[in-house]
């Protein structure tokens, strides 16, 4: 009996070790953003006061930005595609701030507003009547390895502006942009994820503004 419980107590011990020395030899590192540390998300709404004559476009909400399930959580993921190209992998040391989707959000929200053409730019959760929707859904944000040291950074989905009265479709696009991560590791991916991100984000920014002038009236 003693020798039996000494035995799978020496176990037990051996096995909290082994996990300690896992979890000490691969620290978590600062969650990691493609957000400006100066942004503060999505507030109440970008107001009239400091338009332009240029803001001629009507008031736009934005959707909150969807992403499959496999993009839903804070993991930082990456494809080995000189292996399995259909595999999506995660850094066990590495992860995002938000969600893709809702760092995508923030980036969406602070682009549309910096643009200056709206009246105004709801946020998801604010109160107020919009004229048009913009709906986004993320389809990829991963880094892609071609070889154990060239890795690109990968960012695509679809974009769809909706008539919010009648729920008219007025347009939809795919986008998608790269960008090298140099070095091919979590922080030149970082970066390499944010280039890709912010690309994206003006892309659709962009493309947004053009459907709803060429919709509007006269």
Known sequence: MNGRHFWRSGAVLSAVLLLSACATTSPWRVPYSIVPASATGPSAASTLQGRTAAAILPVLRLAPVTAPEWLQGHDFHYRLLYENPQQALYYRDARWVGTPAQMMGDLLQGQLMDGGQWQAVLAPTSTGKAKLLLQVRLND????????RQGVAQVAGE???VDAQNYRVLG???FAFRAPAIPANPDGGALAMTRAGRAFAKAVSQWAERVARHSMPG
């Open 141 to 148: 944000f991963t880094l892609d390895f071609s070889a154990p």
């Open 159 to 161: 974009a769809t502006l």
């Open 172 to 174: 939809q696009q795919r």
